[in-house]
């Protein structure tokens, strides 16, 4: 069993940046991901980091603004925004699963969520 707290959610304006985290608690041993849902949407990938940290996926609309990473001895994963855009606004969620994936099927583990609401 794993149980996973997001944090560092807030109110920014467009252009400005947060830094997400996600402590995992109970087995760690997963690979981890970011999503996102903005109200009326679909749940959508954001990032995913493997086990090790030696993979790393993004979704296209973030390359070059986000970085996900993780501190496996704080089992801890990180994500942090630049950039961000008023239509980013959403619950953030980070997951947990066995291998890294880009879908939400993929992940067993899910976090409550943490708002980030950018404001233009």
């Known amino acids: 069993q794993v149980q996973l707290v997001e944090s560092g959610g807030g109110l920014v304006q467009a252009g400005g940046s947060l830094r997400l985290s996600c402590a995992a608690s109970?087995?760690?041993?997963?690979?981890m991901g970011w999503f996102r849902q903005a109200p009326g949407k679909e749940r959508e990938f954001v990032a995913s980091?493997?086990?090790?940290?030696?993979?790393?996926y993004y979704a296209d609309s973030v390359k070059g603004r986000f970085t996900i990473s993780r501190d496996n001895a704080k089992n801890t994963v990180y994500l942090q925004m630049y950039s961000l855009k008023p239509e980013e606004t959403a619950v953030y969620y980070c997951?947990?699963?066995?291998?890294?994936?880009?879908?939400?099927?993929?992940?067993?583990?899910w976090g409550q969520g943490t708002q980030v609401t950018v404001s233009s």
């Open positions: 980091i493997s086990q090790s940290g030696g993979s790393i």
């Open positions: 997951a947990a699963g066995p291998v890294i994936r880009t879908d939400a099927s993929g992940y067993t583990y």
């Open positions: 109970g087995r760690t041993f997963y690979a």
